[in-house]
């Protein structure tokens, strides 16, 4: 059973830093396409951030030169380091794990944190 666990929101200002954890268990991440995705109030959940196997990054343009997804395979853990948070980026964020096999993809998800900064 692969499971994820989200940790590191909390609330800061304008302008402040955060870095997101994401621990996984029950299989290796070096499996796993690994994505950051956030859900503010009222909205649909975007994707923001992706880490392939190899270690590409690619990011929303809402947070592109401000959030640094990086892989630590020998923690099987993911991060995502947020600088220059704004307001709009106050939401819930969600680990996603997801992994395509024999033409199938499977997805996991934690059950994600609460991020939010204030004016």
């Known amino acids: 059973q692969v499971q994820l666990v989200e940790s590191g929101g909390g609330l800061v200002q304008y302008g402040e830093s955060l870095r997101l954890s994401c621990t996984v268990s029950?299989?290796?991440?070096?499996?796993?396409?690994m994505n950051w995705y956030r859900q503010a109030p009222g909205k649909q959940r975007v994707l923001v951030a992706t880490?392939?196997?190899?270690?590409?990054?690619e990011y929303s343009d809402s947070v592109k030169g401000r959030f640094t997804i990086s892989r630590d395979n020998p923690n099987n853990a993911v991060h995502l380091q947020m600088d220059s948070l704004k307001p709009d980026d106050t939401a819930v964020y969600y680990c996603?794990?997801?992994?395509?096999?024999?033409?199938?993809?499977?997805?996991?998800w934690g059950k994600g944190t609460q991020v939010t900064v204030s004016a």
């Open positions: 029950g299989s290796s991440i070096s499996a796993f396409i």
């Open positions: 996603n794990a997801e992994r395509a096999t024999l033409g199938q993809t499977y997805q996991y």
């Open positions: 880490v392939t196997r190899r270690g590409t990054t």
